[in-house]
């Protein structure tokens, strides 16, 4: 609810569809519009792992901290994953990450013959290195 109230302008809320996830759209649906399932594929290691290529290539754009203040804590946060005390940011990050390549989209299009579509992220300012790879930020 907080979240809603802070980004009105946030139309989509993925909420897993793990353990009391289904619960929480229940209990909102009447409230929060655009509430959606996401399903958690594998552990939250295994999906960061699956989009660690375009971390380490530097692909993934970080706002600067100037307009972010969280920026430098959640790169040192992604930098200690996955021993971390709290992980939440970086897998939502991996959800993230994996929704806007498409991939979802693209298993469904390979699999009904039609043309794959691919979406590139460009990278800006220097490298973070971190666990997983690095994040490009200014």
Known sequence: RALSEKWPEARLKLVED????PAV????????????????DGSK????HAVSPDIE????????SSIAPWVGDFVESAALFPNAAHDDDED??????KRLQGKDQQVEA?????????????????????????FSYE
């Open 92 to 97: 939502a990050m991996s959800q993230a990450l």
């Open 25 to 40: 759209i229940d209990s909102l649906k009447d409230e929060l519009p655009g509430l959606v399932p996401v399903p958690a």
């Open 45 to 48: 290691e295994a999906r960061m």
């Open 110 to 134: 390979a699999s009904s013959g039609q043309k794959r579509q691919s979406m590139e992220m460009g990278a800006v300012g220097a490298r973070q290195s971190t666990g997983m790879g690095g």
């Open 18 to 21: 793990k353990a009391n996830g």
């Open 57 to 64: 290539a530097g692909n993934v754009y970080l706002p600067d």
